[in-house]
């Protein structure tokens, strides 16, 4: 009886930590809280599944190793698509800064010079004319986000973005007093939600990497449930399973990933990255995030 309680208890507390970041974090409308709220009381119950037990780790494939490990390879992309979308990134971020970038390397020199680690990034725009857009709707990815969030197509919304992170000699500066998502911390960004990334710039070690603990989705236990940065030190104590895995690979390299395992970007030492990021939800939280749009229902071909 003494676990059970406890067990609740710890349960309880996440759950509230959450909800009450959610709406901290996005001004979500209070009747999609106390749905948020309610959702996650039920889950241990059978009665509704949440982002972080989606479905058993059966079967083959991306959506069975990232139901059992929180991550998995995708197939990566081509020098030619990764040259365009370079390309685009470099037209793109020259408007957010209100300048002109010869090329990724001169972007890259000049945010060095602004002492900035994680600047500003591009946001899919939700139009045809926006590369991230199309990736967004490519049917690779949004088949793959429906299969493992159990969802039809149609219920989808997505959001997308690039940003990059920089390798600094000085101190830094910060955006806003953001801490630039190095620190371990899992993602509460829907009900239910995956995200998929692909490098691209050659990362390996040091060079902005990302890491992951594999399996930590599956394991919350009531001192890591407040939505909090933590050092792998008080996660490998409470979670003595985990293993860290280092993601790195060469520009093209994309992967999938359930955030909510204790997850962080990690500070350039060698290189300067630049990521594409792919987030797609169940509609239920269609006004959480005023950048994300619906997917087309029907088959989106390939972009070119």
Known sequence: ?????????????????????????SNVRFPVACNFLAMRLLSPFGISRGWDRPGEATGQGPVAQLRADGIAPLEPLGENRVAALRRFFCDRIGDVDGCAYADLDDYFERSRDRKIQRPKGVIATGQSDCAITRFLFEDVYVDLAAEFLGVDRSRLIAAGSMDTLIRLDEPKARISGYDDALEFHRDIDSYRFVKMFVYLTDCAVNGGHHEIYLQSHRHTPAVLGPIARYTDQEIEKAIPQARIHRVVGKAGYAFAENTYAFHRG????????????????????????KTAFRVPAQAWQAAA
């Open 266 to 289: 990690t500070k350039p030492l060698t290189g300067d990255r630049l990521i594409l990021n792919l987030q797609y939800m169940e509609d239920t939280f269609l006004d959480y995030y």
């Open 1 to 25: 009886m003494g676990l059970f309680v406890k067990r609740l208890f710890g349960h309880l507390y996440q759950v509230v930590s959450e909800s009450a970041y959610a709406v901290l974090k």
